[in-house]
C-alpha cells in the first residue's frame, strides 16, 4: 500500500501534515462564513421579497437601497473586493491575513449571493398561499415564519448547497491571497513546484467536499418535500 | 351582514388605469348564498376580495355586521378576518403541512389547548368527510378532496361568513356537485351566509339564493336566481343562461335553411318561458283544445332552483292567425311569457309585438 502511494503521490506524502492543516482551514473558511452567511442572506433574502411592491411589508425605498447595495458587492470580482475592504476587515477581524483575515472578505462575497438565492427561493413560494394566509388573519411576521420560510424551505436548501459549494470556491480565492487552506495549498505546491500529485489530491478532496454538502442538500430536500 | 357600498378599485401601475370594480353596491343578508357572476376579467374576483380587504377599495365602503372594515387597524382587521372565511379556485393549501396541519393553521394565538386543537380539527375534519386523511399531504388528495380541506382551514374560527372564489372552477362536473352540496349543508348546519364567485352558470343554479351579473367592473343585473333565470332583462345575462341550457342551440338549428322542422309561412315559432304554479297546468292542450289550433313543442328545458320549477320552451303554433293570438293571449294572462321568434318564413301580418 505504501510503495503504491509513494509511487503515485510522493509529494502528497511529504507535504502531510500541512495537507491536514490545509483541510482544517479551508473547513474553517467554509463554516463560519457560511453560517453567518446563512443568517445574513435569510434575512436579506426576507427582506427582498416582503418589501417588494404589493408584498406584505411593501417598501419601495428600502427595498431599492437593498437591491443596489446587493447589486454593488455582487459585481465586485472576489480577489478585487479581497483588496478593497482591507479597513473593514481590519477593523472586524484584526487582521487581513491568514485565515482568520480571510472570513471577513468571504462573509462580504457570501452574503449577496446568498441573499439572491434566498429571494428566488422565496420568490417560488406561490402568491395564493400568502392571500390564504392573510385572508385566515396571519400577521406579516405570521406569514414570513410560518408560510414563506416554511413553504420555501426546499429552495432555501437548494440555495444553502450552492451557497456552501461556491463558498468552497471562494475560499480557495482567498487562499491563494494569504488565507489559507486547500486552494493555498494546490497553488503553493502544486501550481509553483509543478508537483502535480498535489494538484490532483487536492482535486479530489474538494470533489469529496462538493459531493457531501450536496449529497446532504437533497436527503434534506427529499425529507422537506410533500 | 356584508353590506358593499360604491365600491371602487383602481389599478394604477403610473402608465394605464384600470378600473376592476366600478361604483358596486350589493347588500348580502344572513343565512344566503349570494352568487356573483361574470366573464374573466369582469371584476368579479377583485370585488369579492375586497370583501375581506384583500385589496383596500379605492373608494367606497365595506360593511361587516354594520362596521365599517376600511376604517379598521391591521391589528383589528386581522381578528375580523378570522370571521370572514375563505376558499379558492387553486385550493392554497400548505404543501408542507399535512391535511391535520392545515387545518390547524389558522387555530394558532386562539388560545386553544393542543388537545382542544385537537378536537377542533378532528370535528371539522368530519364536517367536511375527510376523517381518514388527517396524516395526508396535500399532493395525495384529490381536487375535490384539496377544497374540501380549504373549506374546513376556512372554518377553522368559526366565521359567520364564507367567500368562495372560483371554488370550484378547478374541479370536474361531478366533484363541483359534490362541493357544492357540502357548502350548502354548511349553510343550513352551521348558519353561514356564502358569498360564491363564479363563472359556471350551473353553479348559481345550484346553490345560489340571489345573484348579481357582472360585467366591465359593474353589476349589470341583480336579483332573485328564479327571477334571473325565468325573466332576464340583460344580454350577457341571457349569454350566461344560455351557457347553462341547450336553448342556443335550438336557435342555430331554427336558422338552418333545410327547414327540418318544416315550417310553414302562417306558422308562429314561440318562446314560452313559465315558472312555478302554471307548471301543472296542462296549458298546451288547453289552448290547443279551446283555440283549435296545433302546438307543437320543438324543445323544452326544465329547470329546478330552489324547489321551484323554472321552464322553457319553444312552441311552434300551427293554424288560423287570429286562435293563434288568442292562444299567445290567453299563456299571457296566465302569467306566462310569450316571445314571437322570427323564424324566416313569417307572414308579414303576423305580429311583431313581442313581451
Redesign the interface.
Known amino acids: 500500500m505504501e510503495e503504491i502511494l509513494l509511487k503515485y503521490i510522493p509529494n502528497v506524502l511529504n507535504a502531510k501534515e500541512e495537507l491536514i492543516e490545509s483541510i482544517h482551514e479551508t473547513f474553517i473558511m467554509v463554516s463560519i462564513p457560511g453560517v453567518i452567511s446563512l443568517v445574513l442572506g435569510v434575512l436579506l433574502g426576507v427582506f427582498l421579497v416582503v418589501t417588494r411592491k404589493g408584498n406584505i411589508l411593501e417598501n419601495k425605498i428600502f427595498n431599492n437601497m437593498l437591491e443596489k447595495i446587493i447589486n454593488l458587492f455582487r459585481s465586485i470580482p472576489f480577489v478585487i473586493l479581497i483588496a478593497a475592504i482591507i479597513p473593514v476587515t481590519r477593523m472586524i477581524a484584526g487582521t487581513a491575513i491568514g485565515t482568520k483575515g480571510a472570513l471577513v472578505p468571504l462573509v462580504f462575497g457570501t452574503v449577496p449571493f446568498f441573499a439572491r438565492q434566498m429571494e428566488s427561493a422565496l420568490s417560488e413560494v406561490?402568491k395564493?398561499?400568502i392571500?390564504?394566509?392573510?385572508?385566515?388573519?396571519?400577521?406579516p411576521t405570521?406569514i414570513i415564519f410560518?408560510?414563506y420560510l416554511?413553504?420555501g424551505?426546499p429552495g432555501i436548501i437548494r440555495g444553502v448547497t450552492i451557497t456552501f459549494v461556491s463558498l468552497i470556491g471562494l475560499s480557495a480565492i482567498a487562499g491563494s491571497v494569504g488565507g489559507g487552506g486547500l486552494g493555498d495549498f494546490a497553488i503553493r505546491y502544486g501550481y509553483q513546484r509543478f508537483q502535480n500529485d498535489i494538484t490532483f489530491v487536492t482535486v479530489i478532496i474538494l470533489l469529496i467536499f462538493v459531493s457531501v454538502i450536496r449529497g446532504i442538500g437533497d436527503i434534506l430536500i427529499k425529507k422537506?418535500t410533500? | 351582514m356584508i353590506e358593499i357600498r360604491n365600491v371602487t378599485k383602481t389599478f394604477d401601475d403610473g402608465k394605464n388605469k384600470i378600473i376592476a370594480v366600478d361604483n358596486v353596491s350589493i347588500k348580502i343578508e344572513k343565512g344566503e348564498i349570494y352568487g356573483i357572476i361574470g366573464y374573466s376579467g369582469a371584476g368579479k374576483s377583485t370585488l369579492v376580495r375586497c370583501i375581506?380587504l384583500?385589496e383596500r377599495p379605492t373608494k367606497g365602503k365595506i360593511l361587516f355586521k354594520g362596521k365599517d372594515l376600511t376604517v379598521f387597524s391591521e391589528?383589528n382587521l386581522?381578528?375580523?378576518?378570522?370571521k370572514?372565511?375563505?376558499i379558492?379556485q387553486?385550493f392554497?393549501l400548505?404543501?408542507?403541512?399535512?391535511v391535520y396541519h392545515n387545518v390547524a393553521?389558522?387555530l394558532?394565538g386562539s388560545k386553544l389547548s393542543k388537545s382542544e386543537e385537537k378536537k377542533k380539527v378532528r370535528e371539522l375534519l368530519q364536517l367536511v368527510g375527510l376523517s381518514d386523511k388527517e396524516n395526508s399531504?396535500?399532493?395525495q388528495l384529490s381536487g375535490g378532496q384539496k377544497q374540501r380541506v380549504g373549506i374546513a382551514?376556512?372554518l377553522?374560527?368559526d366565521p359567520e361568513v364564507l367567500?368562495c372564489d372560483e371554488a370550484t372552477s378547478a374541479l370536474d362536473p361531478k366533484t363541483t356537485t359534490s362541493i357544492l352540496k357540502l357548502l350548502k349543508e354548511l349553510k343550513e348546519k352551521l348558519g353561514l351566509t356564502i358569498v360564491l364567485i363564479t363563472h359556471e352558470m350551473t353553479v348559481i343554479k345550484e346553490i345560489c339564493d340571489r345573484v348579481s351579473i357582472m360585467e366591465q367592473g359593474r353589476v349589470i343585473e341583480e336579483g332573485n336566481t328564479i327571477k334571473i333565470f325565468s325573466n332576464p332583462e340583460k344580454e350577457a345575462t341571457k349569454g350566461f343562461l344560455e351557457t347553462a341550457t341547450n336553448s342556443s342551440k335550438i336557435f342555430d338549428v331554427l336558422q338552418l335553411k333545410d327547414n327540418i322542422f318544416n315550417i310553414q309561412k302562417d306558422d308562429v315559432l314561440t318562446k314560452v318561458n313559465y315558472l312555478g304554479d302554471c307548471t301543472k297546468d296542462a296549458l298546451i292542450s288547453e289552448v290547443s283544445r279551446k283555440f283549435k289550433i296545433n302546438a307543437s313543442i320543438l324543445y323544452g328545458n326544465l329547470e329546478i332552483l330552489n324547489q321551484t320549477p323554472v321552464g322553457e320552451l319553444i312552441v311552434l303554433f300551427i293554424g288560423e292567425t287570429a286562435s293563434i293570438q288568442k292562444s299567445i293571449d290567453y299563456f299571457r294572462e296566465k302569467g306566462i311569457l310569450v316571445e314571437v321568434i322570427e323564424h324566416g318564413r313569417n307572414s308579414s301580418k303576423v305580429y311583431t309585438k313581442c313581451s
Open positions: 406561490d395564493g398561499l392571500e390564504a394566509a392573510q385572508s385566515m388573519g396571519s400577521s405570521d410560518r408560510v416554511r413553504e424551505l422537506v410533500h | 375581506n384583500l391589528k386581522r381578528e375580523k378576518r378570522k370572514i372565511g375563505m379558492f387553486n392554497n400548505f404543501n408542507s403541512r399535512n393553521y389558522p394558532k399531504y396535500p399532493s382551514r376556512a377553522a374560527n367567500l
